[in-house]
Antibody, heavy 122, light 109 residues
């Protein structure tokens, strides 16, 4: 069965970076896109960006354009999301989600990870 | 930007009854709308995509309808495991802050 297993909770200081991993299994890694979505306390879910697992192409939300980097390691069937210059308002649960289609953000998400809590506090 | 708005924020329904959840888009999204279920500590689960297509393994008591700007998720014969948060998601346009609804909490009456 399809599984997306995320790395554990992180506590970071303002200005630091965090890198969250998402290990995929149960399907052919290159056949679906992988997306990152976050949910801050009391807020709605927010899409951050996606990666084409086959060729590594990425696209990011303009809100995070300068601070987020999504990468993947095909041999490890793992995607990564790195967010830099962290601020307290980046405190959120970060989810990876598999896109139903290989490319694009016109995509719904057919499998999700359980989320990684990132806390930004001095 | 296309924003989605869900109503109500909280819905109290008794087991065995029917729950009707609404999602409204600020502009037409055709039928490019999905519904997900979220329980504490669990991964969100895809229930419905393309407005009315049940995802693999989703029981028939879950049904979706609508097109354009008005959408409904109906859960018939509510079971104890159905009490959760439900949110809609439009994927017709480039994602924005409002692509996901704010969620409806379905609680036991």
């Amino acid at each position: 069965q399809v599984q997306l297993v995320q790395s554990g909770a992180e506590v970071k200081k303002p200005g630091a970076s965090v890198k969250v991993s998402c290990k995929a299994s149960g399907y052919t890694f290159s056949k679906n896109s992988l997306h990152w979505v976050r949910q801050a306390p009391g807020q709605r879910l927010e899409w951050m960006g996606w990666i084409n697992a086959a060729n590594g192409d990425t696209e990011y939300s303009q809100r995070f354009q300068s601070r987020v980097t999504i990468t993947r390691d095909t041999s490890a069937t793992t995607a990564y999301m790195e967010l830099s210059s962290l601020r307290p308002e980046d405190t959120a649960v970060y989810f990876c989600a598999r896109g139903a289609f290989q490319t694009g953000y016109f995509n719904y998400f057919d499998h999700w990870g359980v989320g990684t809590l990132v806390t930004v506090s001095s | 930007e296309t924003e989605t708005t869900q109503s109500p924020a909280t819905l109290s329904v008794s087991p065995g009854e029917r729950a009707t959840l609404s999602c409204r888009a600020s502009k037409s999204v055709s039928t490019n709308l999905a519904w997900y279920q979220k329980k504490p500590g669990q991964a969100p689960r895809l229930l419905i995509y393309d407005s009315s297509t049940r995802a693999t393994g989703i029981p028939a008591r879950f049904s979706g309808s609508g097109s354009g700007t008005e959408f409904t998720l109906t859960i018939s014969n509510l079971q104890s495991e159905d009490f959760a948060v439900y949110f809609c998601h439009q994927y017709n346009t480039r994602p924005s802050l409002g692509s996901f609804g704010q969620g409806t909490r379905l609680e036991i009456k």
